[in-house]
């Protein structure tokens, strides 16, 4: 079983950064897309933000838009999201995921969690107002 690391959570004021890695200890981590998503309390895991394997192809849910940005980097295996301008509603844990998904996939296909393969532990992010 695989399993994502994620680190870089923490406590910030509302207007402060954050940036998250996840490493992703599988064979061929340019073949996924890596995606990130997130669970507030009482709420469903939503998505965030992914990224295709050439890391030149993004998509950003409308709340993050703007103000988050997906990257990778294939020779270490690892995915980030800088988050800025950081709102208490962000607050939640942010989950890391790989999936193996055709690159004729639509972008739609990659906002849906259950095309996800592996997962991390996740990471806890607070904005405090």
């Known amino acids: ?17 954050l940036r998250l ?5 599988v064979r061929t981590f340019s073949a996924y897309v890596m995606g990130w998503f997130r669970q507030a309390p009482g709420k469903e895991r ?20 703007g103000r988050f940005t997906i990257a990778r980097d294939n ?3 690892t995915v980030y999201l800088q988050m ?4 208490p509603e962000d607050t939640a844990v942010y989950y890391c995921a790989a999936g193996l998904l ?18 991390g532990q996740g990471t806890q992010v607070t904005v405090s107002s």
């Open 46 to 65: 939503e998505f965030v933000a992914a990224i295709r394997w050439s890391g030149d192809s993004t998509y950003y849910a409308n709340s993050v838009k």
């Open 102 to 119: 055709s690159p004729y996939s639509s972008g739609t296909a990659l906002y849906d969690l259950r095309n996800y393969n592996y997962w």
């Open 84 to 87: 800025n301008s950081l709102k």
């Open 1 to 17: 079983q695989v399993q994502l690391v994620e680190s870089g959570g923490g406590l910030v004021q509302a207007g402060g950064s």
């Open 75 to 77: 020779a270490k295996n």
């Open 21 to 25: 890695s996840c490493v992703a200890p």
